[in-house]
């Protein structure tokens, strides 16, 4: 199992061996979220990925930004929220809101 204090350590020993890596960090909540600020996911090139910013709900649309941001470089900052269409794709349907800030790793 992974635990979430060791996600840095992981992504940077993804890195240490030649992957590409992308780090998400969930940077603020409100009302119904599945984890709390301060949760982490490391996801490398191939979209393996370890840690959690969502339980699952959110985790697809995050691991899709994480492989752009390996590929360009750009960081993004991303928001899930019950007023947004794509919260209910991605399973925030039950309310709360969750901005993750994604960045790759170098």
């Given at each position: 199992?992974?635990?979430?204090?060791?996600i840095?350590?992981?992504?940077?020993?993804?890195?240490?061996?030649?992957?590409?890596?992308?780090?998400?960090?969930?940077?603020?909540?409100?009302?119904?979220?599945?984890?709390?600020?301060?949760?982490?996911?490391?996801?490398?090139?191939?979209?393996?990925?370890?840690?959690?910013?969502?339980?699952?709900?959110?985790?697809?649309?995050?691991?899709?930004?994480?492989?752009?941001?390996?590929?360009?470089?750009?960081?993004?900052?991303?928001?899930f929220?019950?007023?947004?269409?794509?919260?209910?794709?991605?399973?925030?349907?039950?309310?709360?809101?969750?901005?993750?800030?994604?960045?790759?790793?170098?």
């Open positions: 199992m992974t635990y979430e204090n060791n840095p350590e992981i992504a940077a020993a993804l890195r240490a061996e030649g992957k590409r890596v992308a780090l998400a960090t969930v940077v603020s909540t409100w009302g119904s979220s599945p984890r709390p600020v301060g949760s982490q996911l490391v996801v490398d090139e191939t979209g393996a990925m370890q840690g959690s910013v969502s339980g699952g709900c959110i985790e697809g649309a995050v691991v899709h930004e994480a492989m752009r941001t390996m590929q360009d470089g750009e960081p993004r900052m991303l928001s929220g019950v007023a947004d269409e794509q919260a209910w794709e991605v399973g925030l349907a039950c309310g709360g809101k969750v901005q993750v800030y994604v960045e790759a790793v170098e």
